[in-house]
């Protein structure tokens, strides 16, 4: 199975989120599910919405991406 990253988009930047939040997102991805997570990309806890590929934060949407490599 190829390598997954999820990155947010920050601007014109893809951002890589850290390690606790890739490998809940992917847990999120593998059930088509959504719910809020610890990122400490953020600070805060975070809600990812698998079906509209975001995340909130503190009233904030950003777009979410799945990347192979």
Known sequence: ???VQWVYA????WVTL???AQ???ESLW????????QSS???T???VDISQMCLLSQGVSYTI?????
């Open 41 to 43: 990309s953020f600070g």
């Open 23 to 25: 490998n809940q997102i």
């Open 65 to 69: 991406a799945r990347r192979r490599f």
């Open 30 to 37: 593998s059930h088509n599910a959504s719910n809020w997570i």
């Open 1 to 3: 199975m190829p390598s």
């Open 45 to 47: 806890p975070v809600y």
């Open 18 to 20: 850290d390690p606790v």
């Open 10 to 13: 920050n601007g014109c930047s």
